[in-house]
Nanobody
């Protein structure tokens, strides 16, 4: 089992910045990747940015040049620095963790999700 706790969402004006944080915790697990997804009303959930266990980053085209994902591996924490925010960035942002979890003598690989944090950008 992996639990994800998110923080940092809020309301900002266009052009402003926010920094999202997500900390993963559990009994016995190792992380493959962590990332951020978002879902706006009436739209499907989409990947915003992800980072692998070796620090490889990838971004949605809409996030490139404005958002930066980073991690603190020792704390199993991922961050998303969002600059130059636009109204179209308004959405619920979800932290995702793909991890190997040890249960008894077996190892499982699963995706885990945070509860979501609201990001609202006004024009």
């Amino acid at each position: 089992q992996v639990q994800l706790v998110e923080s940092g969402g809020g309301l900002v004006q266009a052009g402003g910045s926010l920094r999202l944080s997500c900390a993963a915790s559990g009994y016995s697990f190792s992380i493959n990747t962590m990332g951020w997804y978002r879902q706006a009303p009436g739209k499907e959930r989409e990947l915003v940015a992800g980072i692998s266990s070796v620090g490889r980053e990838n971004y949605a085209d809409s996030a490139k040049g404005r958002f930066t994902i980073s991690r603190d591996a020792a704390k199993n924490t991922v961050y998303l620095q969002m600059n130059s925010l636009k109204p179209e960035d308004t959405a619920v942002y979800y932290c995702n963790c793909n991890a190997r979890v040890g249960i008894g003598s077996k190892l499982y690989e699963n995706n885990y999700w945070g509860q979501g944090t609201q990001v609202s950008v006004s024009s």
